[in-house]
């Protein structure tokens, strides 16, 4: 039958179970929440609380949907630390950032101004 301007569908003739089955199916999930993180060292205790200059800081840079992220860590430090450390960053690099574990991700590729920051706030890197 050719389906003319104005012509009516019988609703038994129209099979509809094709359609309904991809409305039923759930969205997969795209955000990737897995972090390749470099290793820590052996010597590594995660509940222990280091001060500043004992910290030896490793940056990572990774891509993400298409956009740089740069990670930094691990921080052994209590939460509320890890919070204002944060802060600091985010608005002396007017970028987003968030923690994760004993990293924290920031937006872009800012591993210099890091440097320089963390630097003058007293904290150590490895090279």
Not at 22 to 35: E, G, L, S
Not at 40 to 54: D, M, R
Not at 63 to 88: C, H, I, N, Q, W
Request: aromatic share 8%.
């Amino acid at each position: 039958m050719i389906f003319e301007m104005g012509a009516k569908l019988d609703g038994d003739n129209h099979d509809t179970s094709k359609y309904d089955e991809k409305a039923k199916k759930p969205k997969a999930n795209k955000k990737n929440n897995k972090i390749n993180k470099p290793t820590a060292p052996s010597t590594f205790n995660k509940n222990e609380i280091l001060p500043k200059n004992q910290h030896q800081l490793v940056f990572t840079y990774e891509k993400r949907k298409g956009k740089p992220v740069t990670l930094v860590g691990r921080f052994s430090l209590s939460d509320a630390d890890k919070k204002e450390v944060l802060k600091l960053l985010k608005k002396k690099l007017a970028c987003g950032g968030a923690i994760r574990d004993e990293w924290i991700e920031l937006q872009g590729d800012v591993k210099e101004k890091i440097i320089t920051i963390l630097q003058s706030d007293g904290w150590k890197f490895r090279n």
